[in-house]
């Protein structure tokens, strides 16, 4: 999985990280599921409901908070 950039996760409420859970990887708060698995199957062609039924754990609310912080990050509109 590549290095993703720093995207300021620390001031998202939909993702924490853990040094000693997932390799500190940030993670959809309360789960294991890695943010980058979003974008992983967005770029796969999933769509964010299919991503929702895929990971249970994860909601739709956490997902499009994700995709707005990148966005707002980046200034990259985000489907």
């Known amino acids: 999985m590549p290095a993703q950039p720093d995207l300021g996760w620390a001031g998202c409420a ?45 909601t739709a609310q956490q997902a499009r908070s994700v995709l707005g912080h990148v966005a707002g990050s980046t200034g990259v509109a985000l489907a």
Do not use: C, H, K, Y
Request: proline share 7%; charged share 20%; net charge negative.
């Open 14 to 58: 939909a993702v924490e990280r853990d040094p000693q859970r997932v390799s500190g990887a940030w993670v959809f708060t309360g789960t294991r599921i890695p943010v980058a698995a979003l974008f992983e199957n967005l770029e796969d062609g999933v769509s964010l409901t299919e991503f929702v039924e895929l990971f249970p754990g994860v």
